[in-house]
């Protein structure tokens, strides 16, 4: 039953959102978080800071992943930081354990060495689990069927400036595709394969390698290409994301060919399209592949450079790396942010290369 409000004069739905209060266009987003009951307390800090600096103004909705059901303390705690609409799923069993190819002998054997050479989650089967699964399923899941954008959200994180517009829409109206806040370097003894068989991918599908590509990002030698150049170990840090669904579920990252031909597409794709490719390899459980890199890959291979948005303006934390805007006229004067410029990470800006500096603006 609608009922109207006496106070607003707008209509009122039997649960009322901040959503449907916004009478301004929004996007079809929201908020992702693959999170354990455990992380309950830390998963409420992180809602607390993304709804006061963004979402009590725009009401977009949460939606909470796990490979385990969530608890009635975890619903309840996460329900009480935020008006907008909360969402939990569960995981199916197919997305979160090892495929049949998986030599899980010798899955065990590398992670003990891993372990004897002391890398982080190096001994950790349910950390490569988490890696596969942000590379290849959460933007399956039934219950982000509905929606084209997704904001990625993981405990313990901290945002540090009011988030004045809406990032999704900043999104859709420039057609960007892909949005990061903190590049870093990667550890190179968790993918030691990852380049060689995504160059081996492009050797095989050059379709997907956009031809204005991000590759400077990749590769520091300008006279070098994917195939002959090394990889820098640059990556965009996944635990922030702002991004399109449709991207990941695209052709070149996941799906199968629908064309009238598919039967000849099929052929010559044989279902390897980029995360199946890499899923064959092994390498998220022979290794310890990060969906950091994977996605990194992705972004900078198969889309336009242009495509590609550094949100340099949302201060953003996930220990023990922050960023922070450098203008302090826009910035800090006016009391948007908390920040301090100086303790922000990416001051040599490996991303400029490619876009040039934006605290320049
Ligand atoms: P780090 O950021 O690389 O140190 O890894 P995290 O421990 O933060 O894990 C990355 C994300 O996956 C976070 O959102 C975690 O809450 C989540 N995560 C990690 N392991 C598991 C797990 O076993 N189960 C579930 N449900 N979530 C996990
Ligand atoms: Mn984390």
């Known amino acids: ?38 992380e309950r307390e830390a998963m409420r800090d992180s809602m607390r800071n993304v709804e006061a600096r963004f979402n009590k103004k725009f009401g977009y909705p949460w939606v909470f992943l796990n490979e385990e059901p969530f608890d009635e303390a975890f619903k309840v705690g996460v329900r009480k930081m935020t008006r907008s609409q909360v969402t939990f799923a569960q995981i199916p069993k197919q997305h979160w354990s090892y495929p049949s190819w998986i030599n899980q002998t010798h899955a065990a054997e590398e992670r003990q060495k891993m372990v004897d050479e002391g890398v982080i989650y190096g001994g950790s089967e349910s950390y490569r689990h988490m890696c596969r699964f942000n590379s290849g399923f959460f933007y399956q899941q039934e219950v982000l069927k509905p929606y084209q954008w997704y904001w990625r959200v993981e405990p313990g994180v901290e945002y540090f400036c009011d988030i004045d517009y809406d990032p999704f829409l900043f999104m859709e109206a420039n057609k960007k595709v892909y949005g990061f806040t903190i590049v870093l370097y990667e550890y190179l003894r968790t993918v030691e394969t990852l380049w060689e068989a995504t160059r081996e991918f492009a050797r095989l599908h050059p379709q997907y390698i956009d031809p204005d590509n991000a590759i400077n990002f990749l590769v520091d030698d300008k006279s070098k290409d994917l195939q002959n150049g090394d990889w820098n170990l640059c990556h965009f840090w996944s635990n922030f994301e702002i991004g399109s669904l449709d991207f990941w579920r695209s052709e070149a990252y996941q799906e199968a060919s629908r064309a009238p031909r598919a039967i000849f597409a099929d052929l010559a ?16 459980f022979y290794e310890r592949w990060g969906d950091a890199p994977v996605h990194s890959f992705a972004a900078a291979l198969f889309l336009p450079k242009e495509k590609i948005h550094n949100f340099y303006d949302i ?47």
């Not at 707008?10 to 929004?26: C, D, G, H, Q, W």
């Not at 826009?330 to 400029?352: A, T």
């Open 269 to 284: 794709l044989s279902g390897r399209q980029y995360f199946k490719f890499l899923d064959e390899k092994g390498g998220f």
């Open 1 to 38: 039953v609608l009922e109207v409000d006496e106070r607003t004069g707008y209509t009122m739905p039997p649960e009322v959102y901040p959503a449907a209060l916004n009478p301004f266009k929004r996007a079809n987003a929201a908020f992702v978080a693959l999170v354990r009951n455990s």
């Open 315 to 361: 201060s953003y934390r996930h220990n023990p790396y922050q960023t922070c805007p450098q203008n302090r006229k826009l910035f800090h004067d006016n009391g948007k942010c908390e920040c301090y410029p100086e303790n922000s990470f990416d001051l040599d800006g490996q991303w400029w290369r490619v876009a040039g500096n934006p605290h320049e603006l």
